[in-house]
């Protein structure tokens, strides 16, 4: 492959991810506000939240200052991203698997970080000590990340596609998705054994991208590497796996979302409200020329017309 | 029976049973509960009421007037009615209330199964494959993908594990979602943030607001019945206060501590909303407020007007055009009155239905203030305006969490500050707090009764709690021991109630359920003679 065609194809793939990402992410934010839904525990709430308790444990809440922990939310989901608290507390003979794949994601990710900042030092010829200092981490990080994401990848199809508990809810896409992480760690792990010094290699393809440098070589196993890294984050923002968003709405939009009705809020409210519904139950009989409002402040007489 | 379902297997075999409900693979219970031969027998449908009814899903009826149509025509007529539902349910229009919930909950759901086994009904069950969390809500979610979104059809052939829809399918499905208690113990366990319980009731939704098909319990003689007569107990404004004011001079000729009740006190600081429900089972709940609210100098008042004097809202559990009328008008009684705030009675699903879910359906001045019952009774409690001696509540007591005030508002510790302090033997079930298991009633099933639905509510939604209560008294099992499972809410106390009385667990093992009140008044030095009387149900 050319030097301007891997120029384009990465530079493309990328932009389309952040496109599909972005237009998704936009799709939930625009979702309407909806009726309080939270779930305890709520780690915000300052000093009730590690046993499961909100500020409605309090005489006349609504006179009371709501004391909220920021630093208890992050701690949180910390736990819950990096070590899958959840996983393990509640299915721990799926947890190897499932932590050592994701290990290996966010080893791979912290590695193409690096792989940047080793761009950027080769680009400015930083002291010789820095970059090999820099390159040393995201070696074992790659080595690492190949390795576990592998591992756990293998140990996922395996686990899903034997276990009784889990193998009734595959489907097609679910084979597909694990193939091709594992395609993607595989062909990593290949090309860490196979292209002479990987990590050098990889971080001089970065620089190449960075300066639009056209000329750049890369080698057979290295290739394939990055081309089906490429496609996996073509496919990746098409699928559920984009989950690492969707979370963050699910815990901060939903469960965690105890905040009391506010002017802004009711400005919204009262819009939603004032929309026409179309239920048609002989109970709601709406067909699209009632609104919210009407409905639930129907009188009596209206009900037992219908 | 099918012992491994799959997800397929929903959609075929018409009117067959797809599983059944097998008593010796429940999870056992502790002596004297173990011999399945010596409990009563599991009520199976006679051949009669296969005939006439639609069963084909677990041998158990929750909705006897189901319809059961004559011809294929017919059938399809309602499974189009059913596709309808299904588009408005991702309309913004239709379902702005929970659209957001509802979409992350169908698009991100990993298939993990992580949130199985915090499921009681599933636990409790013997793992019976159709009570899974996950399985219902993937049926539903590939019907969603398949029937409501574009290019759903083509989708769904190449991703295999296609679900046909039918006629079987959606009444399968309309009985499941009444298999679940909506206790949300799932959703906790998720690490994606998914609620099966949500998904549950959207599709509960479904069926009620486009089909018209919902329990009688908590349709018909629920919340129409609340709106037209005030309460889904039948009762009307002035039995209510009949009833209250019986249970006033009872109390005032037995102790000579004079009692009154206020009705409609205009500019009252607190609007205390029971359910009505207590009046009827369980009076010594809403006499035990009198007594506390009198004794404390409270300035509060009951409400006369339909339907401010019962606050439950079954509308929570399957219909939000229903929610929304119940917490409207009782907001609009509240408003009336002038009251400072509105008090919520024992009662888990009113807190959850008025305090948080309601709260932004309240605009302007409809949102005056709401408080729980737990804060309310604890501020009584420790405000030294009553006399307590706990050495009077010197028996064995447990608390249950309601879901609904517990996992759902996060009121974990006021209830058990008044229970530390009243109960010197007071003891805490394994799980407890926001974790507890539900009892078994949550969801509307406690006030289900059709058909044999009964038997499985007892036997198989509230043997997880059941099975806790036991434990946690496991060191004195018998009936010479008194025990007092403390239960503020009453759904709660009524599944309890079918519980016990099905097990036998007053004359086994000397258990009793009733509410928080009861046990505050049982501990007052003002009053002689114990209030909680042993007696049977």
Redesign the interface.
Same mark, same amino acid.
């Given at each position: 492959m050319s030097g301007i065609v891997w120029h384009i194809f990465t530079f493309g793939v990328i932009g389309i991810f952040l496109i599909v990402l972005t237009y998704r992410t936009l799709a939930?934010i625009r979702?309407?506000?909806?009726?309080?839904?939270?779930?305890?525990?709520?780690p915000h709430?300052k000093g009730?939240g590690r046993?499961?308790?909100?500020y409605?444990?309090?005489?006349?809440?609504?006179n009371k200052p709501q004391h909220r922990s920021l630093i208890a939310p992050m701690i949180y989901m910390a736990k819950?991203i990096l070590l899958?608290?959840?996983?393990w507390?509640?299915?721990t003979a799926?947890w190897p698997f499932?932590f050592s794949l994701h290990m290996g994601i966010y080893l791979i990710a912290g590695m193409l970080f690096l792989q940047v900042v080793n761009a950027v030092l080769l680009i400015a010829q930083s002291p010789l000590y820095v970059l090999d200092f820099s390159l040393g981490i995201a070696s074992v990080f790659a080595l690492g990340g190949y390795l576990l994401g592998s591992l756990g990848t293998i140990g996922l199809l395996l686990k899903r596609s034997l276990d009784?508990?889990?193998r009734?809810?595959?489907? /097609?896409? $679910?084979y597909v998705n694990l193939l091709l992480l594992g395609a993607v760690f595989i062909s990593g792990g290949y090309a860490w054994l196979h292209s002479g010094d990987f990590i050098s290699n990889m971080s001089l393809f970065m620089k190449s991208l960075i300066t639009f440098d056209t000329g750049l070589t890369v080698t057979f196993p290295l290739s394939l590497h990055i081309v089906t890294a490429l496609l996996f984050i073509l496919y990746l923002p098409l699928t559920?796996m984009i989950?690492f968003i969707?979370?963050f709405?699910?815990?901060h939009?939903?469960?965690w979302d105890?905040k009391?009705?506010d002017e802004k809020?009711?400005q919204e409210?009262?819009a939603?409200?004032t929309?026409?519904?179309?239920?048609?139950?002989?109970?709601?009989k709406a067909y699209g020329k009632k609104s919210?409002v009407d /409905?639930? $402040?129907?009188e009596?007489r209206d009900?037992?017309k219908s | 029976m099918k012992k491994?379902?799959?997800?397929t297997d929903f959609s075929k075999g018409g009117e067959r049973q797809l599983t059944e409900v097998n008593i010796n693979e429940l999870i056992p219970l502790p002596p004297p509960y173990d011999k399945i031969e010596e409990l009563p027998e599991f009520k199976r449908l006679t051949d009669e009421q296969r005939e006439r009814l639609v069963c084909n899903l677990d041998g158990v009826v929750s909705y006897a007037a189901l319809p059961k149509p004559k011809n294929k025509k017919k059938e399809k007529k309602y499974v189009e009615?059913f596709v309808?539902?299904l588009k408005?349910l991702l309309s913004?229009?239709?379902n702005?209330?929970?659209?957001?919930?509802l979409?992350?909950?169908l698009?991100?759901?990993?298939?993990?199964?992580?949130?199985?086994?915090?499921c009681p009904v599933y636990l409790a069950s013997g793992k019976n494959?159709l009570y899974r969390p996950?399985y219902r809500s993937?049926i539903f979610r590939r019907l969603v993908n398949k029937y409501a979104k574009p290019g759903g059809r083509l989708r769904a052939k190449?991703?295999?594990?296609d679900i046909e829809l039918n006629w079987t399918t959606i009444t399968r499905l309309y009985e499941l979602s009444y298999r679940c208690n909506l206790c949300?113990r799932c959703?906790?366990?998720?690490?994606?943030?998914?609620?099966n319980a949500?998904i549950t009731r959207e599709l509960r939704k479904l069926f009620?607001?486009?089909?018209?098909w919902a329990p009688k319990e908590l349709?018909e003689k629920g919340t129409?019945l609340q709106?037209?007569v005030g309460s889904p107990t039948g009762m009307k404004p002035h039995v209510a206060k009949d009833n209250l004011k019986f249970l006033d001079e009872d109390f005032t000729e037995a102790t000579g501590i004079e009692i009154s009740t206020p009705w409609d006190k205009e500019g009252a600081d607190v609007l205390l909303m029971h359910s009505a429900g207590d009046i009827v089972s369980f009076p010594e709940s809403p006499i035990s407020f009198s007594i506390l609210c009198n004794a404390a100098g409270v300035s509060w008042t009951l409400s006369s007007e339909i339907p401010g004097y019962d606050g439950v809202n079954y509308g929570l559990f399957y219909d939000?055009?229903?929610l929304?009328?119940i917490a409207?008008r009782h907001a609009q009684i509240a408003k009336k009155l002038k009251v400072k705030?509105i008090v919520m009675g024992e009662c888990g699903h009113q807190h959850k239905a008025f305090?948080?879910?309601?709260?932004?359906?309240?605009?302007?001045d409809l949102?005056i203030?709401r408080?729980?019952v737990?804060?309310?009774l604890?501020?009584i409690v420790f405000s030294g305006k009553i006399k307590f001696d706990s050495s009077k509540n010197d028996f064995s007591v447990t608390l249950h969490d309601p879901c609904n005030i517990?996992?759902?508002?996060?009121?974990?510790?006021?209830q058990r500050r008044i229970l530390r302090y009243l109960c010197p033997q007071f003891r805490e079930m394994q799980p407890h707090?926001?974790?507890n298991y539900c009892c078994g009633g949550g969801g509307g099933l406690s006030v289900m009764s059709d058909v044999n639905f009964t038997d499985w509510k007892v036997h198989v939604a509230g043997r997880m709690k059941f099975k806790q209560v036991l434990d946690a008294f496991s060191d004195q099992s018998g009936p010479e021991v008194k025990k007092y499972v403390c239960a503020p809410c009453l759904n709660c106390k009524l599944q309890f109630r079918d519980m016990f009385s099905y097990y036998g667990a007053r004359e086994k093992s000397g258990i009793i359920c009733s509410g928080l009140a009861e046990l505050i008044v049982n501990a007052m030095v003002d009053i002689k003679k114990p209030f909680i009387e042993w007696k049977e149900y």
């Open positions: 939930i979702l309407p506000i909806h009726l309080r839904w939270e779930l305890a525990p709520i709430e009730k046993y499961g308790g909100s409605l444990e309090d005489y006349e809440w609504w819950e899958l608290r959840g996983v507390k509640h299915y799926l499932t009784p508990n889990l009734p809810f595959n489907t /097609i896409s $679910t559920d989950h969707a979370k709405f699910t815990y939009s939903i469960r105890d009391p009705q809020m009711e409210l009262n939603l409200l929309q026409p519904v179309s239920w048609s139950a002989p109970h709601v919210w /409905i639930a $402040t129907a009596m009900e037992k | 491994n379902l799959k997800l009615q309808s539902g408005k913004k229009e239709n702005w209330t929970f659209l957001q919930p979409l992350l909950s698009d991100y759901c990993a298939q993990c199964q992580t949130c199985n086994d915090a494959d996950t993937e190449l991703n295999k594990g949300r959703a906790q366990s998720c690490p994606m943030g998914v609620d949500l009620s607001q486009e089909l018209g349709h129409v709106l037209e939000d055009v229903q929304a009328k409207i705030k305090m948080t879910v309601a709260d932004r359906v309240f605009t302007g949102n203030p408080e729980s737990m804060t309310f604890e501020n517990v996992r759902n508002l996060g009121i974990v510790e006021p707090g926001v974790d």
